[in-house]
């Protein structure tokens, strides 16, 4: 059993960074690939970032590629979300997701746990 707790998120005007932690229970993180999920009002989950076990491999969406790193600290059980030069379309509830095999994978079906969600406000 994986426990997933982000923090991080805020208010900021556009333009601005805000950095996700997400902290993780258990002595299997390491093993575990990690994804970052949005939701904003009305929409579907739909993945933002991904990264496999070792941090050697990563996923961007399209609509964030350039401006969001995602990173991981395996001895400090944690996955991070760098999020710069907001949009207010990034405006959103985000989620941490672990996922119990070490490829990354993109769809929100593959993962297995999840954070409660912090919300990220982006105004214009």
């Known amino acids: 059993q994986v426990q997933l707790v982000e923090s991080g998120g805020g208010l900021v005007q556009a333009g601005g960074s805000l950095r996700l932690s997400c902290a993780a229970s258990g002595r299997t993180f390491s093993s575990y690939a990690m994804g970052w999920f949005r939701q904003a009002p009305g929409k579907e989950r739909d993945i933002v970032a991904a990264?496999?076990?070792?941090?050697?491999?990563?996923y961007y969406a399209e609509s964030v590629k350039g401006r969001f790193t995602i990173s991981r600290d395996n001895a400090a059980n944690t996955v991070y979300l760098q999020m710069n030069s907001l949009k207010p379309e990034d405006t959103a509830v985000y989620y941490c997701a672990a996922r119990a095999y070490s490829n990354l994978a993109f769809s929100r079906y593959e993962y297995n746990y999840w954070g409660q969600g912090t919300q990220v406000t982006v105004s214009s």
């Open positions: 990264i496999n076990w070792s941090g050697g491999i990563t």
